[in-house]
C-alpha cells in the first residue's frame, strides 16, 4: 500500500504572498490531518478533516484554511504569509480512530 | 486544555546504557502514542497503547501506559547508535479525538 505523499517537498516563498499545499493520504484512510514543526513551537495541530467536513481545529490565525476533496486528498492554503510561517508542514492520514500516518512533509521557507 | 509534556527534552547517553523517557498528560486520554522522528525525515509509528497498564515492545524499545497517573514512559534497553532519534508522544483528547504532540525527546546515543 502506497504511504502518505505530500507535494510539493520543498517551497519558498516571499512575505505576502500564499500558498497551497498538497496531501493524498493512503488508500481507504478518511481522515486527514495537519500539523506544523518548528524547532521552537515543536508539533502544533493546525486542524483535521474527515469526509470532507473540517472535524477538528487547533488554534493557528485564518490565513491558514484547507479543504477535503471527495477522493480524500487534502489541501492547506497559508495567504499572506509571515517570516514565521517558515515550517515544515507535516499531513497526517489515519482511519477512524487508529494510528496516524505521517507523509515525508513540505518544508516551506518564506523570505 | 490537554496538555501534554515530555522530559528530559534532550537525553545524551552512552552505548549499553538504560534509559526512560516519560510523558505526563493533564487531562483523560484513551489513546497514547509514540512516534519517532530522524532528522530531515517524518514521524513513525512506534507505539499506540489503549488501556491502563498496556505494555508493548519492539526491540530495545518498550512502552508502558498508566492512565491513572497520566504518564508513559518508554524504555530503552542497551540503546545503539541507531536509536538517536527524536521521540514524541502523543495523546488524544476524549472530547473531540484532537491528537496532542509533546515537544519531543531528542535522543542523542555515543559510541
Known sequence: KAGVTQTPRYLIKTRGQQVTLSCSPISGHRSVSWYQQTPGQGLQFLFEYFSETQRNKGNFPGRFSGRQFSNSRSEMNVSTLELGDSALYLCASRFHTDTQYFGPGTRLTVL | ELKVEQ?????????????TIYCNYS???????WYRQ???????????????????????LMASLDTKARLST??????????????FCAVNTLRDDKIIFGKGTRLHILP
Open chain 2, 38 to 60: 530522524d532528522p530531515g525525515k517524518s514521524l513513525e509509528s512506534l507505539f499506540v497503547l489503549l488501556s491502563n497498564g498496556a505494555v508493548k515492545q519492539e526491540g530495545r
Open chain 2, 74 to 87: 518508554l524504555h530503552i534497553t542497551a540503546a545503539v547508535h541507531d536509536l538517536s532519534a527524536t521521540y
Open chain 2, 27 to 33: 487531562t483523560t486520554s484513551d489513546r497514547l502514542y
Open chain 2, 7 to 19: 522530559n528530559p527534552l534532550f537525553l545524551s547517553m552512552q552505548e549499553g546504557k538504560n534509559y
